[in-house]
């Protein structure tokens, strides 16, 4: 289950590539050495094997390489996810870092949806937290993910935005476990 896909904007060049039931290897290169290191925390704890490479504006700041990798992450999720088929659909996950917890509650339901509640805002290095929202809105509304992200406690910024992809990781891995006994898992019929 491997997909690539690329975009290409005035802002951003953007390739990425996603085997879905891989091991969790990835070659990020983003120029944002703090998401490069996120990015690679949530491929290993996914199990999603993930090539990302992104030339943007960072002279410009970090919003539209982090959104713009988040829109083409979220459009490859979707193709290889839909339609949905003998897998657990649902899941949660929290995942603590020390001081902090960070919870991801999540819905492979085709309708994308993002509750994100970190409270925290300010800088990691030279990254501002305020783009992790920008791309786990990007990632659930091109993927159709309707997912909850909520920090539980905590206050060392770099735990909390570390905790919340590592809890969408694997929030992501539980949902997409295999169930053959799920069929097609909503009384719909279809998702």
């Given amino acids: 289950m491997t997909k690539e ?3 290409v904007t ?7 590539k996603v085997n879905l039931r891989g091991t969790g290897i ?19 704890h996914s199990f999603v094997d993930l090539e990302v ?6 002279h410009v ?27 657990e659909r649902y899941s949660n996950s929290v995942i603590v870092m020390d001081e902090a ?3 991801c509650d999540m819905d492979l339901s085709n309708r994308a949806f993002l509750i994100y509640d970190l409270d925290i805002d300010g800088k990691i290095g030279s990254f501002d937290v305020e783009l992790c929202e920008e791309f ?5 509304v091109n993927a159709g993910i309707s997912m909850h992200i909520v920090k539980r406690r905590g206050k060392n910024k770099h735990h909390l935005v570390e905790a919340a992809f590592k809890s969408f990781a694997v929030s992501l891995r ?5 169930n053959e006994r799920a069929g097609v898992p909503s009384t719909k019929g279809i998702l």
Avoid: W
């Fill in 26 to 44: 990835s070659s990020i290169n983003t120029g944002i050495g703090f998401f490069d290191h996120m990015l690679e925390a949530f491929s290993k």
């Fill in 53 to 58: 490479t992104c030339k943007g504006d960072l």
């Fill in 10 to 16: 005035k802002e951003t060049d953007v390739k990425v």
């Fill in 174 to 178: 539980r949902a997409l476990a295999i």
């Fill in 101 to 103: 917890a960070v919870e």
């Fill in 61 to 87: 700041d970090y919003h539209h390489s982090v959104e713009d990798i988040g829109i083409v992450l979220g459009l490859v999720l979707k193709d290889l996810i839909y339609p949905i088929q003998n897998v």
């Fill in 136 to 140: 786990f809105r990007a990632v659930a």
């Fill in 5 to 7: 896909l690329k975009r």
